[in-house]
């Protein structure tokens, strides 16, 4: 799947646009910068993303 063709989602809370889309698919977490939609992506486990998440709801 091209990247452009993901479900790429953006925060509601982020008013400024200085934030991250994140795309949700079967096999992977894709991450990239709103102000560069062509750059670079980080891509995490579906696992790794859960715990990534789970450690910010800790805090």
């Known amino acids: 799947m091209a990247?452009?063709?993901?479900?790429w989602k953006k925060s509601?809370?982020?008013?400024?646009g200085e934030c991250v889309e994140v795309a949700?698919?079967?096999c992977a977490v894709?991450?990239?910068n709103t102000r560069d939609r062509?750059?670079?992506?980080?891509?995490?486990s579906p696992a790794d993303?859960?715990?990534f998440i789970d450690e910010?709801?800790?805090a």
């Not at 990247?3 to 479900?7: E, I, Q, R, S």
């Not at 062509?38 to 995490?44: H, V």
């Open 3 to 7: 990247h452009t063709d993901m479900p």
């Open 12 to 16: 509601s809370k982020s008013a400024s």
């Open 24 to 26: 949700i698919t079967s």
């Open 30 to 32: 894709h991450v990239r």
């Open 38 to 44: 062509q750059g670079p992506m980080l891509i995490f």
């Open 49 to 51: 993303w859960q715990e």
């Open 56 to 58: 910010i709801k800790k």
